[in-house]
């Protein structure tokens, strides 16, 4: 085990969880600095995947540069690599197994001071326990879903509603031009950032969010309101968790291997053919899946990604271990990983979003709102 008075000379980084614009820049945003002061950046491969089977390679800034602007992760990046919970093929059946010892392993093997864990709630849970073994992390908050309570903003999440965005403006077109209802699935499992933002930011007439279950009637009155008010389309955002009052959540598949086993998707089509039967209105649906976590960064997650990859590099030299970098209003400072794993950021009747977009006639399917 490294001593906490050791100087921080080899730090390794790491992306774990699904991928998200703006990985690259966090990558480059330690890799540089790190250089400049000397150290040695060590990029582990495949997330966590790659601590527990010790894949890595050197990072210099040859292989950080002209990254800024590239999508996806040049570490890879898996789901699957919880090393507390590792699936392992056992006869023919899968078993799960805790393989935190070798993770322990090659990060004492590697000779690391410190290692960068960029990843959302998932990869915050793994870090902490990886803390508590005695590795030195320092954690950088990533998910397009924003739903981090932390931190004010992760970096991926204004790319993902730039995209929803644009495909809201794509859809009008139509929507208008064959007056039809367009319902567009877009992701977000227990919290509703990517539909209430992005909904917002496209015009969005009806926004469905996991937090606010839906009363099927008040999207039929909504749509036949729409229509009788001469405005003969409507566009509905629903997010992948969204589900009504007396139901459940869509769930596509299950997979153990994963760290959250299940995997959601096709509650637009069951919204779309509902709203079809039972208001008579022509209806189509398209799911954007992950187009939204594509793609390059916007402006603001590149400047977002930047400003936290070089602030956790300076926590590592400052030793500043065991928390995680987190937007406060403007400014990147830090909280601990605990704090950070404590809540999960969830759209409330509180939230401002909500009450600007009611203001300007949203509806979320409830009665209250
Ligand atoms: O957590 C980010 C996220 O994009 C969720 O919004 C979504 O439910 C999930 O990842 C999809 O994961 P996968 O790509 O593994 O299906």
């Not at 980084?13 to 614009?21: A, E, F, K, M, V």
């Not at 400003?307 to 030793?319: H, Q």
């Not at 400014?331 to 979003?353: C, N």
Request: net charge negative.
């Amino acid at each position: 085990m490294q001593s906490r008075n050791k100087e921080v000379k080899r730090i390794g980084i790491l992306t774990g969880g699904g991928d998200c614009p703006g990985l690259n820049a966090v990558i480059r945003g330690v890799t540089k600095p790190a250089h400049d002061q000397g150290l040695t950046v060590l990029g582990i491969q495949d997330g966590f995947e790659g601590l527990v089977e010790g894949k890595a390679v050197q990072l210099y800034n040859k292989d950080v540069s002209g990254i800024l602007a590239t999508g996806g992760t040049i570490l890879g990046s898996s789901n699957k690599g919880d090393p507390f919970h590792w699936p392992t093929k056992v006869g023919k059946e899968i078993q799960i197994i805790d393989r935190g010892e070798d993770a322990l392993h090659n990060y004492n093997g590697w000779n690391l001071d410190a290692l960068i864990a960029i990843g959302g709630d998932g990869t915050m849970h793994i870090s902490k326990k990886l803390s508590e073994m005695g590795m030195n992390i320092v954690g950088v908050p990533k998910t397009i879903d924003n739903d981090l309570e932390a931190t004010d903003q992760t970096f991926g999440h204004d790319s993902a509603i730039w995209v929803v965005s644009e495909a809201l403006d794509r859809l009008h077109t139509t929507a208008s031009a064959h007056h039809r209802v367009m319902v567009i699935e877009v992701m977000g499992r227990y919290a509703g950032w990517i539909a209430l933002n992005g909904g917002l930011a496209g015009g969005a007439d009806i926004i469905l969010l996991p937090e606010l279950p839906f009363t099927w009637e008040y999207i039929y009155d909504k749509v036949i309101e729409r229509n009788m008010m001469g405005k003969r389309f409507s566009i509905v955002a629903v997010a992948e968790g969204a589900k009504p009052l007396d139901g459940e959540m869509v769930v596509k598949a299950k997979d153990i291997k994963r760290t959250d086993p299940i995997q959601l998707g096709g509650i637009a089509e069951v919204v779309a053919r509902n709203i079809s039967d039972n208001t008579g209105l022509e209806t189509r649906y398209t799911v954007l899946g992950h187009l939204q976590r594509g793609g390059s960064p916007t402006p603001y997650d590149r400047i977002l990604s930047t400003k936290f990859g070089t602030y956790a590099i300076g926590m590592a030299m400052r030793k500043e271990f065991g928390r995680m970098a987190a937007l406060k209003g403007s400014e990147v400072s830090s909280v601990t990983i605990e704090e950070a794993i404590s809540a999960q950021k969830l759209v409330t009747t509180e939230t401002q979003a909500l009450h600007t977009a009611k203001a300007v006639g949203v509806s979320f399917g409830t009665e209250d709102y």
